[in-house]
């Protein structure tokens, strides 16, 4: 009996932990506003990548030797295409540059990769001044990836993408050391190549 009034007890402890904790919602941006202007142009240009969360650390492994990556954002040469460039500073000193042709589905937050039809990229708001989160899955992976218009956001943005990837069932986080100078942006180089 005891034993029963015990488990009754913890079962209504954790309906009420998990009425007051529920995971915040953060809200998917729309492809196009009203006035055709609210998607793309206020994700062009240059962005700082800060930190990743994946269910497992393989997911996350592509990142392992990178110290920081500073991508830019460019409207493409139709109007639902986006080019993004980044240059890639390694923890060894090296730089690798690398660029991707996002297309845009009307009606949709849904970036597709060219060359790539498995990947699939969501946008989603932060509430980080300068910030945006990305959700990437392909084909054997799912990641979020945060991203801020400076190269050192305020550590409580830090921690509250990891409280919400935590909370979406990411165990596996990622912050980029960041303690190279950024990469010198290498947009004109012939080594970028669709990845």
Partial sequence: MLQ????????FAGMLLNSIYQCPEHSQLTTL???GKE???????QWHFIAG???TQEELATFDPVDNIVFNMTAGSSPM?????????????????RKWTYHLTEGSTDLK???RPDMKTELFTSSCPGGIMLKEM?????RFLLYNRSPHPPESCVEEFQSLTSCLESKAFLLTPRN???PAHLSSSPLFQDG
């Fill in 180 to 182: 190279q100078d950024p």
């Fill in 81 to 97: 295409q986006l080019q993004l460039r980044a240059t890639i500073r390694t923890k060894n000193g090296l730089c690798v540059p």
């Fill in 4 to 11: 029963q009034i015990w488990a009754a007890l913890l079962y």
């Fill in 39 to 45: 998607f793309p142009e206020p994700h062009l240009g």
């Fill in 33 to 35: 506003g009203m006035d």
């Fill in 53 to 55: 969360a994946a269910p």
């Fill in 138 to 142: 392909g084909q054997g992976y799912q």
């Fill in 113 to 115: 990769t060219k060359g």
